[in-house]
């Protein structure tokens, strides 16, 4: 019980704050990425990340209540664009996926995907108070391959996306 009112109360603040994520906030460079970790955040070797746009170059551990995650930093023309948590057990998934729903309630949306051997469940938020789209994202592959994550980007107002 302790565990999981210490993981809400991790993402609750994670999604309070205005970039939906510590002290950084979107937009911030690198360097302003960097110290905003207090030392916690390092470079990490610069890769694309889940689309073009978007390069992986800093990442953070976060230990929470015996939860361990890895935050990754994501880099949009040299701006903060995306912050993915990674729970480095993945058995940690479930008692995530609740505490998402608790926190935010009934996702805008909910997505049940199929892509080869995989099931993948895709549950998106609308932070408005944050200013945030917070997404959760679970592959389960058989046989014992699961992957998670929680990403979150800036609240993209209607009609601003798209062509």
Known sequence: ?????????????????WAGWQNT??????????ASGQGRITPH?????????LVLKAKMP???????FTALFYFNDDKLGQIVLRPNNM???????????ETYGIPVSEENKSLLVCRMKILTWRDEKSYNTVRYTEANCPPNATHASVTYQPLREPGKSGL
Do not use: H
Request: proline share 2%; hydrophobic share 40%; charged share 20%.
């Open 1 to 17: 019980m302790m565990r999981t009112c210490f993981v809400a109360l991790m993402l609750i603040t994670s999604g309070s704050s």
């Open 25 to 34: 906030q979107w937009g911030m460079t690198f360097d302003e990425v960097i």
């Open 45 to 53: 070797s610069e890769e694309q990340g889940p689309n073009n746009n």
């Open 62 to 68: 976060y230990i929470g209540y015996g939860i361990e």
């Open 91 to 101: 058995g940690d998934n479930f008692v995530i996926d609740r505490i998402m729903k």
